[in-house]
Nanobody
Framework: QVQLVESGGGLVQTGGSLRLSCAAS????????LGWFRQAPGKEREFVAA????????GYADSVKGRFTISRDNSKNTGYLQMNSLKPEDTAVYYC????????????????????WGQGTQVTVSS
């Protein structure tokens, strides 16, 4: 089992940057694919980015491609989401999630395929 705790959210102006962290408990962290999702008020949870457990393959939503970077440090049991050039539409609660299995789009981009979730961290981008 994996427990996830996000941190690093906050209030930032348009064009600013934030780095979210996802700290995981459990000795098998390195065997889980990680994903970041976000949910804005009144909207469904949406995929942001994902990274595989092994070769560190990555995938991104089109809306964040080129602005966000997902990474992980298995020695620290931590995943990261570096967010640059933030826009007001990036405002949301951001969640990290973990899943086993293969790393293909129809798996990593869908929230229902993830087994474990953090509690979320608020990101607010002011215009």
């Amino acid at each position: 089992q994996v427990q996830l705790v996000e941190s690093g959210g906050g209030l930032v102006q348009t064009g600013g940057s934030l780095r979210l962290s996802c700290a995981a408990s459990g000795r098998t962290f390195s065997s889980y694919n990680l994903g970041w999702f976000r949910q804005a008020p009144g909207k469904e949870r949406e995929f942001v980015a994902a990274i595989s457990w092994g070769e560190f393959s990555t995938g991104y939503a089109d809306s964040v491609k080129g602005r966000f970077t997902i990474s992980r440090d298995n020695s620290k049991n931590t995943g990261y989401l570096q967010m640059n050039s933030l826009k007001p539409e990036d405002t949301a609660v951001y969640y990290c999630a973990a899943r086993t299995g293969d790393f293909v789009y129809h798996s990593y981009a869908y929230a229902t395929s993830y087994h474990y979730w953090g509690q979320g961290t608020q990101v607010t981008v002011s215009s």
